[in-house]
């Protein structure tokens, strides 16, 4: 199984401030087709994860431009460039270039 | 609107059964492969199994293979779990999920239900 390993596991960050957010991945997640399968998720409390971004730098529907990533292969990165209030949950990356689809551990994100 | 809704959870011993179910409108879902992803307790997410579009393939996570089988009723518009010979680690909420590209690899999950809750415990 591909491992996600994500760091840091908790993040607390000032109101305005960027954060970011590493996924390293046990196996390239670069498909012949050119395409990385990597997405990330944010899980506010109480509710199901939300998707943020797929494929690498194509936000989902209504995401803020706040939100990009980065990477490649085997090592990714989500950054967030002015964090507010609402982006407060855990963050998880997923892959699904293969069965079983895997989770990174998940980083999770609080205001200072 | 994309509206999943999981239904079916609850306390039930260990060993016994349960058969999970999600409702699903808004979607054409005959045509989409769908997924059931669980989430333990103050824990991380756990693909559990996919189900291809007409039903005919089904794939597993090794911790439920033999245990779980996945099914649809694509008439009804409905996807189910059926979760035999339940263990105290299969405690958690269970999601269903909907492949934005309606394949079951390749495609990130773009909607998810609110999920069920299933506690195994004596």
């Known amino acids: 199984d591909i491992v996600l390993t994500q760091t840091p596991l908790s993040l607390s960050v000032t109101a305005g401030q960027p954060a970011s957010i590493s996924c390293k991945s046990s196996?390239?997640?670069?498909?012949?087709?050119?395409?990385?399968?990597l997405y990330w998720y944010l899980q506010k409390p109480g509710q199901p994860p939300q998707l943020l971004i797929a494929?690498?730098?194509n936000r989902f529907s209504g995401v803020s431009d706040r939100f990009s990533d980065s990477g490649s292969g085997t090592d990714f990165t989500l950054k967030i460039s002015r964090v507010e209030a609402e982006d407060v949950g855990v963050y998880y990356c997923?892959?699904?270039?293969?069965?079983?689809?895997?989770f990174g551990q998940g980083t999770k994100l609080e205001i200072k | 609107q994309v509206h999943l809704v999981e239904s079916g959870g609850g306390v039930v011993q260990p060993g016994r059964s349960l058969r999970l179910s999600c409702a699903a409108s808004?979607?054409?879902?005959?045509?989409?492969?769908m997924h059931w992803v669980r989430q333990a307790p103050g824990k991380g997410l756990e693909w559990v199994a996919a189900?291809?579009?007409?039903?005919?393939?089904?794939f597993y996570a090794d911790s439920v293979k033999g245990r779980f089988t996945v099914s649809r009723d694509n008439s009804m518009n409905t996807l189910h779990l059926q979760m035999n010979s339940l263990r105290a680690e299969d405690t958690a909420v269970y999601y269903c999920?909907?492949?934005?590209?309606?394949?079951?690899?390749?495609?990130?999950?773009?909607?998810w239900g609110q999920g069920t809750m299933v506690t195994v415990s004596s």
């Open positions: 999920a909907r492949p934005e590209r309606g394949t079951y690899r390749y495609s990130p999950f773009d909607f």
């Open positions: 808004g979607l054409v879902f005959s045509t989409y492969d």
């Open positions: 189900i291809r579009f007409d039903g005919k393939n089904k």
């Open positions: 196996q390239s997640l670069l498909h012949s087709d050119g395409k990385n399968y």
């Open positions: 494929d690498v730098s």
């Open positions: 997923m892959q699904s270039i293969q069965l079983p689809h895997t």
